[in-house]
């Protein structure tokens, strides 16, 4: 890729970074704030753009389409969350079951497992169309910014209520939380709901944005999720600490990924081994290799302050 196809792909790139920044988002809600390993983000990201295109086939407004894809991603996130808590599944087996049910449930949904929606016959919210060459308030990349913002609002909002302190006291530690009177298994439920209505609502906006719904869509956007925040927390958990601003580095995480990930790294993993299996690759990756990070910087980079007396501490 020359540097002008690059600089051409950019705007593109940034579009679809904010949209996964949603998405990313949603994936921080249940990874960071709840501690659960939640892998029904796979179907849930397909789900919510199965449903919205849909209901715009169907004649539905955008809204009101994007509203539906998101209670779609909280249905999802709710058997998820029995599984989890009502049967006693361990959480990364219940969003597995879930994941997978959810690929049924969508050929469902679209009687195929592809279907397309046409910018010139629909009123989209959001298009590959509407990057140049279109008034600013059409274009994608302010709308998309201009939701993730108000997401990162809402939630810090909510998670300021004693509702939402009370997820994060569930994540932080369930056994202290039970003591105080806090019924973790509804917080359980109630932010995975939250993590795939977000999930979902992310996958409508993508399913716009491209101008199809796929029932493989969501085939690796939990790696892709978790990307986003491990590099949002890399670069920004120093500078980062109100919680408003650690979602928004999860969002900037998601961008910085789909600029020059998407547009540098994978074109050359791809080259060596295909081109639908460079994002995966290189998302997993760059997920390992960040995680690692702090165990390396533990282990290796850490001096040993030796006391008197044959005592140590790190």
Known sequence: MNIATLFNAMPGALAQGLIWAIMAIGVYLTFRILDVADLTVDGTLGLGGAVCIMCMISGMNVWLSLLLAFGAG?????????????????????GILTQLSLYSVNLKIMGKANQAINVDKYDLLVSLRYIKGVPFYRNTILIVAVLMVVVIAILYWFFGTELGCSIRATGCNANMARAQGINTNFNIVLGLMLSNGLVAFSGALLSQYQGFADVQMGRGAIVIGLAAVVIGEAVFSKIFRNFA???????????VFGLLGMQVLVPAVAKAFGKASGACLLSAIVVAIFLAVPYWKAKYFTRVAVKKGGSSNA
């Open 74 to 94: 909280l249905l999802a996130g709710l058997v998820t969350g029995l599984f989890h808590t009502f049967m006693g599944i361990p959480a990364i087996l219940a």
């Open 245 to 255: 601003l650690k979602l928004l580095s999860v969002g900037i995480g998601s961008v």
